[in-house]
């Protein structure tokens, strides 16, 4: 997608605009926007309705991990389009719409007010995960950092793996839980996901398994290792986080009650 200013930027008058236009190379989307064939129909759609495909819709594209049901577009609306609460905005004051999709800390902007912080979290995780980058590099990066993002910024960490380890991290701690986040398991020369006391907590990642048989193998593995080195594994899947939360705490809360779960002298796990 691209604006009437940005092709002029580079280099393209408004006859060649035109005559892309008419050779089909170029559609005209609303006034002043142009896609070519591939674009993407969402950003398309998002442009039409007079904004940016914004929020988790814009994660998505990005490759972010992304909370489950993409049921509608989260689209920014400019200022001249619409009422600002029939769409997702950021904090800070109207930002002007000159891109197709946000780029990835103005959708975290929007997101902090359409999604629930532990999903926030997760989606934060993942930026700091599959791009690299440390909390202070993308909190250095937003626009602006009001109190609620600064409060879910803190609770990020990118040694996370998944969104379902992410979620199940805030949500335990939020339980008052204390959770080591990748801890060593010596028994099997690795790290887990979550521990608590010696409750190993491995959560998996949907699309990780369904594809990979050697993580299936691996996982088995470490299962039969940590047992070994007297740990206790509760492996949760993506439903189980997602859409099962409150029996997967009854658990936890059970087993960590039954005093089973702590760390004792010559006992202790390795
Ligand atoms: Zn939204």
């Avoid at 995780?125 to 690299?132: E, G, I, P, T, Y």
């Avoid at 608590?196 to 193998?217: N, Q």
Wanted: with cysteine; aromatic share 8%.
């Amino acid at each position: 997608m691209y604006t009437r200013r940005t092709l002029i930027g580079r280099g393209f008058s408004d006859v060649q605009i035109k005559r892309a236009v008419r050779e089909g190379r170029l559609t005209p989307v609303r006034r002043g926007w142009y896609a070519r064939d591939r674009a993407d129909p969402d950003a398309v759609t998002a442009v039409r309705k007079g904004g940016a495909l914004t929020c988790v819709s814009a994660l998505d594209k990005h490759g972010l991990w992304v909370p489950p049901g993409k049921t509608r577009l989260h689209i920014r609306l400019s200022r001249h389009h619409g009422p600002a609460r029939a769409s997702c905005r950021g904090y800070g004051g109207p930002c002007p719409v000159d891109q197709a999709v946000d780029d990835i800390p103005h959708a975290l902007l929007c997101a902090a007010r359409c999604v629930p912080e532990d999903y926030w979290v997760a989606i934060a995780d993942s930026v700091l995960r599959r791009r690299a980058v440390s909390v202070e590099e993308l909190r250095g990066c937003m626009p602006c950092v009001p109190p609620a993002v600064e409060r879910m910024l803190r609770k990020c960490d990118g040694r996370s793996q998944s969104g379902t380890e992410s979620i199940a991290r805030v949500r335990l701690r939020g339980e008052g839980f204390k959770v080591v986040v990748q801890p060593e398991v010596a028994s099997f020369h690795g790290h887990a996901d979550l521990r608590i006391g010696r409750l190993l907590v491995e959560c998996d990642s949907f699309e990780f398994h369904a594809a990979d048989r050697d993580a299936y193998r691996y996982d088995r593995y470490r299962d039969r290792k940590s047992l070994v080195g007297r740990w206790f594994t509760m492996r949760l899947t993506y439903d189980d986080v997602v859409y099962g939360w409150g029996e997967v705490l009854n658990d936890i809360r059970e087993f960590t009650r039954a005093d089973r779960h702590r760390l004792r002298g010559d006992r202790r796990p390795r």
